[in-house]
């Protein structure tokens, strides 16, 4: 069966997916925002083990267990901090979300939530951000569409929500 994509107002830290992926810094010792809201639910466990993986570069992902979330998984991946957009934002912002899915078809995960990467305190714009994040997780449904059961993205604000929605309708990726 083909990969389920959906969209939804919540907290990640809430959803019962095998994985949830984090919005973190090069570092992975947490911050704020939806970093901090996982570190927060996910407990010490976490940031012990994130000490030890030596921080992780923009775009690239790296993936820890979920300690007290109820995902077995997180995934970490450092978006791009939005320059301007002539800095390779939208190949690094893309490369986040590819390479978080490789890493959960890697580790056997069926379901996975994304949040809105980069566009919190990385000041990417969301209207741009969005339909980068919708086609690049389309893309990877359309290539391997028997890896995955489930791919989420969780708005955490109204506004971000319809935002989602209206772009993965305007691409025509969901009805
Ligand atoms: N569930 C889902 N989405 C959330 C939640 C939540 N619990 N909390 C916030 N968001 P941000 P970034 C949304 O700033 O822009 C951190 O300090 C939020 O509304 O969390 O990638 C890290 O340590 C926004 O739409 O991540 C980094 O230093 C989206 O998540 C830096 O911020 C992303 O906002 C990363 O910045």
Redesign the pocket.
């Known amino acids: 069966m083909r990969t389920k994509l959906e969209l939804i107002k919540?907290?990640?830290?809430e959803i019962e997916t095998d994985a949830i992926v984090n919005?973190?810094?090069e570092s992975l010792l947490?911050?704020?925002?939806?970093?901090?809201?996982i570190h927060e639910a996910a407990g010490e466990r976490l940031l012990q083990v994130c000490k030890t993986l030596n921080g992780c570069k923009t775009g690239e992902a790296k993936i820890t267990k979920g300690y007290n979330l109820p995902a077995k998984y997180v995934i970490h991946t450092v978006?791009p901090i939005w320059i301007g957009g002539e800095l390779n934002e939208p190949e690094l912002l893309a490369s986040c979300y590819r390479k978080s899915l490789e890493l959960a078809v890697e580790y056997g995960i069926k379901s996975i939530a994304f949040?809105?990467?980069?566009?919190?305190?990385?000041?990417?714009p969301?209207e741009k951000a969005a339909p980068i994040a919708l086609k690049t997780v389309n893309c990877f449904i359309a290539d391997n569409p028997t890896e995955l059961e489930k791919v989420i993205f969780?708005?955490?604000?109204n506004e971000?929500f319809e935002l989602y929605q209206s772009t993965a309708k305007g691409l025509e990726i969901i009805n």
């Open positions: 919540g907290d990640i830290t919005a973190a810094n947490g911050g704020l925002g939806v970093d901090g809201a978006g949040p809105s990467i980069s566009t919190g305190a990385f000041g990417y969301i969780v708005l955490f604000s971000d």
